[in-house]
C-alpha cells in the first residue's frame, strides 16, 4: 500500500509537520540508487528477471544486493538502527541490515508476483480476522511494514474492492506501471496530487463502497500527530481519522508480514473510528492514537520487516 499514521500511547501528542528537525542524510529520493532503481525501465526489468529465473533465484539476488547496499550506506543503517531503537528494539546495526535484507526480499517477491495472477498471488497469503459487513466503504490503514501493499492486493480476491490511495511516484510511467500493476489484482489507484481537492477522491471512493487503502506512518504532508514509543516519538498521518470523520467510516489496522513459511500474514485489527461526538480535534487525536497503537502493537512483534529508511526520531 502507499501514500500519506501504545500503554505508551497515553502520552499526549501534539499536531505537527512531518519533517524531523535538525541535519539528517541526503533524502533517499537523492541517492543514485534510488534515482537508478526507481524507475519503469528497472521495475520491468526486474519483473522480466523474476518470471525467468523464479522465486528463489530472485530471493538470493536481491539478498545480495542488500548486503552490497548495507556496505555501501552505512550512514543509511545507521538511520534505521535508530529507527528501531524508538521501538525498544537494541540489535543496532547487525539487525539493521536484516531489515535491509527482509525488504529487498519482499521486493523480490513484489517483481515476482508481477507475472503471476490474482489467484497465484493469493495462495501466498493467510488472510487473520475478519472483515466487518458495511454498508459502506471504509479505510484500510497500514505503515510501512512486511509487504503493505500485497495486503490491499490480496483483499481484493476476497471480494473486498480496494482503492490505493498513494502519493505520485517520480515518473508517470511509473505511476503507470504500478497502477497497471494493481489493477490486474482488482485495485485501483487513487494517486495524490498537490492540490487541496485531491483527496476528496479518496472521499468518493469510500462513499462509493470501496475500501481505501493507505500508510500512515510516514506522513510526508498533512496533518500529523506524534506518538509516543519507548525510544522516542514518531509522526502519524491523521487523513484516515479526518476521512473517518468526513465520511463516517470505520477505520481499519491491516498489517502484512512475511511469515518464515515464506507466505505473507495479512491481518485486520478491530475497526476504529473518530467519534464526532466529541470536538473534532480531539476526536481525530484520539482516533489516530487508536490507529497507532494497533499498528505499532504489530510492527513491535516483528520489529525487522519495519521498513522506515529516513529518520523517524522527534
Not at 509516543?228 to 467510516?249: D, E, V
Request: proline share 7%; charged share 15%; aromatic share 8%.
Amino acid at each position: 500500500m502507499s501514500g500519506e499514521g501504545r500503554s505508551f500511547l497515553s502520552q499526549p501528542g501534539a499536531f505537527l509537520v512531518s519533517s524531523p528537525p535538525g541535519p539528517t542524510p541526503a533524502p533517499h529520493t537523492a541517492r543514485l540508487a534510488y534515482r537508478l532503481g526507481y524507475s519503469t525501465e528497472i521495475f520491468s526489468t526486474f519483473a522480466s528477471m523474476s518470471a525467468l529465473v523464479g522465486r528463489s533465484a530472485s530471493t538470493a539476488v536481491a539478498s545480495c544486493l542488500a548486503a552490497g547496499y548495507c556496505t555501501t550506506h552505512p550512514d543509511v543503517v545507521r538511520v534505521v538502527a535508530k529507527n528501531l531503537a524508538l521501538l525498544g528494539h537494541p540489535g543496532g546495526s547487525p539487525d539493521a541490515a536484516r531489515v535491509f535484507r527482509n525488504f529487498a526480499v519482499t521486493l523480490a517477491d513484489y517483481f515476482w508476483l508481477a507475472g503471476k495472477t490474482q489467484e497465484q498471488a493469493h495462495e501466498l497469503a493467510d488472510i487473520e480476522g475478519s472483515l466487518p459487513t458495511l454498508k459502506t466503504g471504509a479505510i484500510l490503514a497500514t505503515g510501512h511494514f512486511g509487504f503493505f501493499e500485497f495486503g490491499a492486493l490480496a483483499l481484493t480476491r476476497v471480494g473486498i474492492p480496494v482503492s490505493i490511495v498513494t502519493d505520485a511516484e517520480p515518473t508517470p510511467g511509473l505511476g503507470r506501471w504500478r497502477a497497471d500493476y494493481r489493477a490486474r489484482w482488482g485495485a485501483q489507484t487513487i494517486e495524490l496530487g498537490n492540490d487541496a481537492f485531491s483527496s476528496l477522491r479518496a472521499a468518493e471512493a469510500i462513499t462509493a463502497g470501496r475500501f481505501a487503502a493507505m500508510l500512515v506512518d510516514r506522513p510526508v504532508g498533512g496533518r500529523s500527530l506524534a506518538i509516543g514509543l519507548p525510544g522516542g516519538s514518531i509522526p502519524f498521518s491523521m487523513a484516515p481519522a479526518i476521512l473517518s470523520w468526513m465520511t463516517g467510516c470505520p477505520i481499519i489496522p491491516v498489517s502484512v508480514r512475511r511469515t518464515d513459511r515464506e507466505r505473507y500474514a495479512v491481518r485486520t485489527g478491530t475497526p476504529v473510528m473518530a467519534d464526532r461526538s466529541l470536538p473534532r480535534d480531539e476526536a481525530l487525536a484520539a482516533c489516530t492514537r487508536e490507529v497507532a497503537a494497533a499498528l505499532i502493537g504489530d510492527i513491535q512483534r516483528d520489529p525487522l520487516q519495519w521498513y522506515q529508511f529516513v529518520p523517524l526520531s522527534r
